[in-house]
């Protein structure tokens, strides 16, 4: 029979202390490095677990399960394997009684939150145990001392990132880039200093500037960048629009609102920047909207005073006009005295379509001889290149043995990277790629055949387009003599003019040995003269043919 005690133990509040079973203990292992080079190289990662596992069997633990075993930030508790732990432990049907882990700021260096996950934790049962910091968190003094743990982990990696942080502003200070290069830029691998180089993009780029800062709009932009094989979703254009690293400057948030001179090289001037993000009227005028009627405004300007033409319409008489709009400067043209004189020109470039045939004979001739002048370079760059780095292994084993002293090798070795890095850059020049040149030379010869007529056809951005590519530097136009005048002419076109007005004059041409005696192809003995004239020829034929009717 029950005492009175026993019986009145029955109305007792609180939770009396539940007999604990030390022989039916689990646990589960949570180990992580803390960077992708320690994950991938497997540094820690084995010698974690093994500590704790080491551990578990000392103090009679039964594993329940691994987790982590990757590369994981501490610095955020959203972490795919550490939340697929705490899942499990909370989850499992058998009771989990710690978390192993072979240091405290291996599970956590948050700080509060750690602090705020292990007492959740607590709650259900689970501890976790550092292997390596052993502390009895069932005491008031030990959870003390976890917690305090904890937040040194959170300090420790607020100085860290603090120090990186402060590097990074510095290096952007420097004028030096952080992060992937943007669109159209590429990082020169390899460089002893960060060089910035243009990338293949970097033209379209260019060119979806001008655009912008002529009126197109977004969506007629990306069509158009489609057409040059690139696709790119209409916020990634707005990004590059609004970045000033295209026009020599840098934007960072660790800059404090300050915009930097970078040490790349621009790809576009500042005006033209401003112009496309609508922040600047050029040289005083208004940029219109783009017209179909007036293709030549702000590509044409004055020859006595440098200011752009603009456009507007009488409207009474509906008929449109160019100007230049600055105060004390009256000049003024019809649409059909400046279209007229813009087709006049164009005609001295025009190929006569009788020789069109022999002159795309030529064209292919000459990238043939161009390509295998550049092949030989370029198997000899190789070779050099093969030389160098077998000297330079060669030097590394003989200094890793002892048999070149350290200042030696330092001498030798920066002496032989420069010597690699000005081949790979001499490389570099040479490659120089064009995808179905057959087809591109038939229609740069079609082109040219059809100059005028092609320009009249396009809508407004084809003949912007059109005017860039055959007068890469714009016009200016005479009043003095009513005529334009050329600064600079797309080699290719200016070349193949020059040609067809030869053989023109000649009464019985004959084409049987024109290649040898064409001026399009480089003498013997001589260095490829490729680089600016395969660039002009590039432009000329880089618009898809769809683009105009020929």
Known sequence: MENNETLLKKFAKGKGAALKDESI???????????KEQMDTNQSLEWQKKYCIDYAIKNKLDIKGYFGGTYESAKSDERKEFTRMLKFVKASKEKISFILVYSLDRFSRTGD????????????????????????????????????????????????????????????LRGEWIGNAPTGYAFVKGAPTQTIIFSDKGEAIKQAFIWRANGMTYDQIIEKLKCLGIN??????????????????????????????????????EDLFLRANELKKTDGFKVNKANDNLPLKVFVKDAETGAPFTGYIV????????????????????????????EELLSNYTVNPALVEPLEKQLRYTWENLTETSTSEKKALSLKLNEVEEEFYNLRKRHAIGAVSLDIYEEFSTEMKKRKEGIMESLEKLEQKLSNPKELINFSCRLSANLAPVWASGDYYQKQT????????????????????????????????????GLGEIKKPDFSNFEEKSGLVPGAGLEPAQPQWLQDFKSCVSTNSTTWAL
């Open 25 to 35: 203990q689990n646990c589960v292992i949570y180990t992580r490095v803390s960077s």
């Open 113 to 172: 939150s750690a602090i705020f996950i292990a007492s959740e934790l607590k709650k259900t049962g689970v501890s976790i145990m550092a292997v390596t910091q052993p502390i009895d968190t069932n005491s008031h003094a030990g959870a003390l001392q976890q917690n305090i743990q904890f937040i040194f982990g959170k300090y420790d990696n607020d100085l860290r990132r603090q120090k990186t942080i402060d590097g990074m502003r510095e290096k952007l």
């Open 466 to 501: 059109f005017q860039n590519v055959v007068f890469p530097s714009g016009l200016v136009y005479d009043t003095k003599i009513e005529h334009y005048r050329t600064p600079e002419v797309n080699r290719v076109i200016a070349q193949i003019a020059q040609l067809s007005k």
């Open 315 to 342: 409207k009474k008489k509906g008929l449109y006009y160019y100007k230049v709009n600055r105060i004390g400067i009256k000049v003024n043209r019809s649409i059909k005295i400046m279209h007229g004189k813009f």
């Open 232 to 269: 790119m979703p209409k916020q990634t254009l707005g990004g590059i629009f609004s970045n000033p690293f295209y026009c020599g400057f840098m934007s960072h948030n660790l800059l404090n609102g300050e915009v930097i001179k970078g040490k790349h090289p621009p790809l576009i001037d």
